[in-house]
């Protein structure tokens, strides 16, 4: 049964048997790499406990390499934060960080909370004693989930500052990352052996980069996407400290392991949009929409010479008997923009094609009489002769 869960692991993906060999020479996992091999379209919640229980049945230990310690005193982001947050930050401060037999303690109400909770709701016949009694495990199950939740907030703290930059204020990045946090406290199982802080900070991170896919831009971005932007700017980074100079697209290409489309494509998504309500200008009384023309907008001169021709047209055509108006209409697509052949004309009306001709010739001989063609100002004149529609 041991290494069972590695093997399953290994055998959807197989990167991790690289990474569980480089594990077991140096004797740990780093939860980054861990993270790197999660996938937000196929791999469900309970990916990470199952990949930290592979660790485990390795002998090895997971070691979270990027949050900050969260006994470390968060002094530097007051300093450099804002009223509200400040104020939250000192909150938080209060309430004293476990020790590990706190944690397990806490722990285990939770867990024992949880259990009367769905013994409460599956219908059992109890007696009014124990559902007395299962109610007050539950309430000191909740009681205990929230002091580990309250007691965990500056881990949310040290993990949400590291995404400050990305579109969300540090406040609304503290509460994303406080979900992950109460999700962790609620899935976390203190028989794994595994601290609660690397595991918390995996659910905190999920948290937080889903919470930045889904509101820190206009349009949003799979999850997918945006871990692929993450991941981007790290390999940049690395890049950089190792060549001296920004890498070029095939290094980075290569360092990502992906085609350069596919970066084109991930480096296309951080193009931020614009809201043509934009302020522009020293007053601010100007926007960007006052500035961006309308390509497809049609000019005011010309729609309203366009509506007055119709008016001029419907008023002339409305002096032809309903057969000689028809076949003009068709004849110079005045009905749908499609200019008829004679031929097809000539369907319509159950009639040849030379009789529309004759028809036409004289409708038009018609028009072009003073009576009409004087309304039309010149309309007509500046027209073709015939139809643009070839009746070869």
Same mark, same amino acid.
């Given at each position: 049964?041991?290494?069972?869960?590695?093997?399953?692991?290994?055998? @959807?993906?197989?990167?991790?048997?690289?990474?569980?060999?480089?594990?077991?020479?140096?004797?740990?996992?780093?939860?980054?790499?861990?993270?790197?091999?999660?996938? &937000?379209?196929?791999?469900?919640?309970?990916?990470?406990?199952?990949?930290?229980?592979?660790?485990?049945?390795?002998?090895?230990?997971?070691?979270?390499?990027?949050?900050?310690?969260?006994?470390?005193?968060?002094?530097?982001?007051?300093?450099?934060?804002?009223?509200?947050?400040?104020?939250?930050?000192?909150?938080?401060?209060?309430?004293?960080?476990?020790?590990?037999?706190?944690?397990?303690?806490?722990?285990?109400?939770?867990?024992?909370?949880?259990?009367?909770?769905?013994?409460?709701?599956?219908?059992?016949?109890?007696?009014?004693?124990?559902?007395?009694?299962?109610?007050?495990?539950?309430?000191?199950?909740?009681?205990?989930?929230? @002091?580990?939740?309250?007691?965990?907030?500056?881990?949310?703290?040290?993990?949400?500052?590291?995404?400050?930059?990305?579109?969300?204020?540090?406040?609304?990045?503290?509460?994303?990352?406080?979900?992950?946090?109460?999700?962790?406290?609620?899935?976390?199982?203190?028989?794994?052996?595994?601290?609660?802080?690397?595991?918390?900070?995996?659910?905190?991170?999920? #948290?937080? *980069?889903?919470?930045?896919?889904?509101?820190?831009?206009?349009?949003?971005?799979?999850?997918?996407?945006?871990?692929?932007?993450?991941?981007?700017?790290?390999?940049?980074?690395?890049?950089?400290?190792?060549?001296?100079?920004?890498? *070029?697209?095939?290094?980075?290409?290569?360092?990502?392991?992906? &085609?350069?489309?596919?970066?084109?494509?991930?480096?296309?998504?951080?193009?931020?949009?614009?809201?043509?309500?934009?302020?522009?200008?020293?007053?601010?009384?100007?926007?960007?929409? @006052?500035?961006?023309?309308?390509?497809?907008?049609?000019? &005011?001169?010309?729609?309203?010479?366009?509506?007055?021709?119709?008016?001029?047209?419907?008023?002339?055509?409305? *002096?032809?008997?309903?057969?000689?108006?028809?076949?003009?209409?068709?004849?110079?697509?005045?009905?749908?923009?499609?200019?008829?052949?004679?031929?097809?004309?000539? #369907?319509?009306?159950?009639? *040849?094609?030379?009789?529309?001709?004759?028809?036409?010739?004289?409708?038009?001989?018609?028009?072009? @009489?003073?009576?009409?063609?004087?309304?039309?100002?010149?309309?007509?004149?500046?027209? &073709?002769?015939?139809?643009?529609?070839?009746?070869?």
């Amino acid at each position: 049964m041991e290494q069972r869960e590695a093997r399953e692991l290994v055998t @959807h993906k197989p990167g991790l048997g690289e990474l569980f060999e480089r594990g077991r020479g140096r004797g740990y996992v780093l939860l980054s790499e861990l993270h790197d091999h999660y996938d &937000p379209l196929n791999d469900d919640s309970e990916w990470i406990d199952r990949a930290m229980r592979a660790v485990e049945d390795l002998g090895l230990e997971v070691v979270d390499d990027q949050a900050d310690d969260a006994e470390r005193p968060v002094a530097d982001v007051i300093s450099s934060s804002t009223d509200p947050v400040r104020h939250y930050l000192n909150a938080i401060g209060r309430t004293a960080l476990l020790t590990a037999e706190e944690e397990v303690d806490l722990a285990k109400r939770d867990q024992a909370g949880q259990a009367a909770r769905r013994f409460l709701g599956n219908g059992a016949s109890l007696t009014p004693r124990q559902r007395a009694q299962l109610r007050q495990v539950d309430r000191d199950g909740r009681r205990a989930q929230d @002091h580990m939740v309250r007691a965990n907030l500056r881990l949310v703290v040290s993990v949400a500052r590291r995404y400050r930059g990305r579109g969300l204020d540090l406040l609304d990045l503290i509460q994303e990352g406080n979900l992950g946090l109460m999700r962790a406290v609620e899935k976390f199982d203190h028989t794994k052996g595994y601290k609660f802080s690397t595991y918390a900070t995996w659910w905190i991170r999920q #948290a937080l *980069t889903r919470g930045l896919a889904d509101k820190s831009r206009v349009l949003r971005l799979p999850v997918h996407v945006h871990e692929a932007l993450g991941k981007l700017r790290w390999a940049e980074l690395d890049l950089v400290q190792q060549l001296g100079r920004d890498p *070029t697209e095939a290094e980075l290409a290569e360092a990502m392991d992906m &085609p350069i489309e596919r970066l084109r494509d991930i480096r296309s998504a951080t193009r931020e949009l614009l809201s043509l309500d934009t302020p522009v200008g020293e007053d601010g009384d100007t926007t960007m929409g @006052h500035l961006v023309a309308d390509e497809e907008a049609v000019d &005011p001169e010309v729609s309203a010479a366009f509506v007055l021709t119709r008016e001029l047209l419907h008023t002339v055509l409305s *002096t032809l008997n309903e057969r000689e108006r028809g076949v003009v209409l068709m004849r110079f697509g005045l009905l749908d923009g499609n200019c008829r052949t004679l031929e097809e004309v000539g #369907a319509e009306y159950g009639v *040849t094609r030379e009789r529309i001709r004759q028809i036409e010739s004289k409708t038009l001989t018609k028009l072009r @009489h003073p009576s009409r063609s004087d309304r039309l100002r010149g309309l007509l004149e500046t027209a &073709p002769a015939g139809p643009p529609v070839g009746d070869g």
